[in-house]
């Protein structure tokens, strides 16, 4: 299978409640709590809310099969939801399509992503000492309907004052011509850069002990599956609220 250009979604959200989750990377009892807090604080702003998750669901937590369910699942009324699509899932993706090997994709620290599913990566070589037939039984054994969903996750959302996004952006590159590559794994050439961004960038996938607030660049990354803090951001009215579990 080919590799395509993600989706790239464009939103005007300055009348909307907008809450930004970081990395989650299997944690979904920091999400359940992350997004019990998004829905008590949203009940008192008015209209509909959105929720923007900045993609890393997977890997490294213990849950990352229950966290992919529970994103699958619609929010309570009045809440809207986009999941960016994070680096391991892009991963997990090029294993399942026989772009990466079963031993680059576990050293994305996906073990505990296969045991979530059931599956228990030390004892199933020991069944299929064939790659090939290993590969075969995890493609197989990994849900359809959770792949399908990450691979219709957009990679960006830009909005006129904001951009959400994984990793970060090119800083030398339109807007329109950015690669996917960049968006979801770009570090140093995006966070050193003296370039001037041409919006507010909210983004994730460089953990941090705490939120990186700049100028012009926001990141969430507060390595919840260690740390146990997952960081959400509320923009509206062009104002930035933090909040952590």
Known sequence: MARQQRPRLTLDIAAIP????GDIHGRYDLLVKAEEAILRDGARLPGRK???TLGDYIDRGPQSAQVIGHLMEPLPDGFDRICLAGNHEIAMLDYIDGWA????????GSVPSLKSYGLDPEHLPLVFPSGVQL????RHSLPHTHVDFMRTMPVMLDTPSVLFVHAGIDPARPLAEQADEDLVLIRHRFLESRVPLPKLVVH???PNDAPDIRPRRLNLDTRAFR?????????????VHLFST
């Open 227 to 239: 740390s146990g803090k997952l960081t959400v951001a509320r923009l509206w009215q062009g104002q």
């Open 135 to 138: 590969d075969a039984f995890i």
């Open 50 to 52: 959105l929720i923007v």
């Open 101 to 108: 090997s079963y031993d680059d994709w576990m050293r994305m």
């Open 18 to 21: 907008t809450y930004a989750i």
């Open 204 to 206: 994730g996938h460089t």
